[in-house]
């Protein structure tokens, strides 16, 4: 008789899979959550919402892309969960929404219960770091489609925003300060170039390099700094015109999707210097300035843009909070544009 574990997939792999995930995925929770007995669906008190005036929803998707090659081919699946969840939250803190809740689904060559926790444990992680919640998820075995030591992952998130507290580029005039808001590294994006220029440059993961005083590996599956709970401060504390998350396309292009039609951003390129990996990465695998702009956020994850006269205060703020951020740049007329001084 021909069985599904036949066919490579295995239910009791999956079950206890969700028993070791259950107590990390609790520290995720929000006093709005509540129990769903049948599992299904995860639930989120809505009466929360009675607060607001105007409650706009917002909702944003996303994933890793492949940096998860990284974390499997060095064994290490507790962090890549963070990665979701950085990707997805900051996207909704941008205009200005608190994250509330998460999803997630993971699909995988073959459920090894250890691994699956791992990474659902660094998404619940993630989400405690983002004051939201992880209120269910899918892990889906694929056999044949996928190798059984491979895997990818995506999430959804949800945060709500008062209408008339929208942040975005209507907001934005000259005489605007822009922040820039360090980043924890390479973050979540532009890997199949990082992966290239290990290949190209014969560089191998577990290879300690001076200039970053650990390995390789180490430093590509830093986790993606999380912004969401700074974010709101900052927004809470003093006045912010708009949220920028740098991600694929680097930090002019993102900058400008938060930029009205009438402004540039004029960035000053001296005003920070780049964590080490990036000039490795430029260095051994001889990428151009140019590629380098477009493709890594380059050490700033987050810009906020706020008047001049918030900027010292917001600085503080920020600083305080353990997180370094600096001045970036100023908002002067222009075309909708991000660039630099030189």
Known sequence: MTSYADAGVDIEAGDRAVELMKSRVARSRRPEVVDDVSGFAGLFD????????????????????????????????????????????????????????????????????????????????????????????????????????????????????????????????????????????????????????????????????????????????????????????????????????????GLAANLARSLPGTVDALLDRDSWTPPAIFEVLAGRGGVPQEEMDKTFNLGVGMCAIVPAAEADRALALLTGRGLPAWVLGEIVPGEGRARFRR
């Not at 200005?96 to 250890?114: H, N, Q, R, S, W």
């Not at 998820?137 to 507290?165: F, S």
């Not at 290879?207 to 590996?217: I, K």
């Open 46 to 249: 809505a009466s929360a919402f009675l607060r607001y005036r105007r409650p706009l929803l917002a909702t944003s998707t996303d994933g890793v892309g492949t940096k998860v090659m990284l974390a499997q081919q060095l064994g290490k699946h507790d962090t890549i969960g963070i990665d979701l969840v950085g990707m997805v939250v900051d996207d909704l803190v941008v205009c200005g929404a608190e994250p509330l809740f998460m999803t997630d689904y993971i699909a995988c060559g073959k459920v090894v219960p250890e691994r699956i926790a791992d990474i659902v444990g660094g998404v619940a992680e993630g989400c405690r770091l983002a004051g939201c919640a992880l209120v269910g998820g899918e892990t889906a075995e694929h056999p044949g489609a996928m190798g059984p030591d491979e895997y990818d992952l995506a999430g959804a998130g949800t945060g709500v925003v008062e209408a008339d507290e929208l942040l975005g580029p209507d907001r934005v005039a000259p005489g605007d300060v822009v922040l820039g808001l360090a980043s924890s590294g390479v973050h979540s994006n532009g890997y199949s170039l990082v992966r290239h220029v290990i290949k190209t440059a014969g560089l191998g993961l577990e290879q300690e390099l001076p200039e970053l005083g650990r390995t390789l590996g180490e430093e590509l599956l830093e986790p993606t700094r999380i912004y969401s709970l700074d974010c709101l401060a900052l927004i809470r504390e003093t006045e912010v015109h708009a949220l920028a998350h740098i991600t694929g396309g």
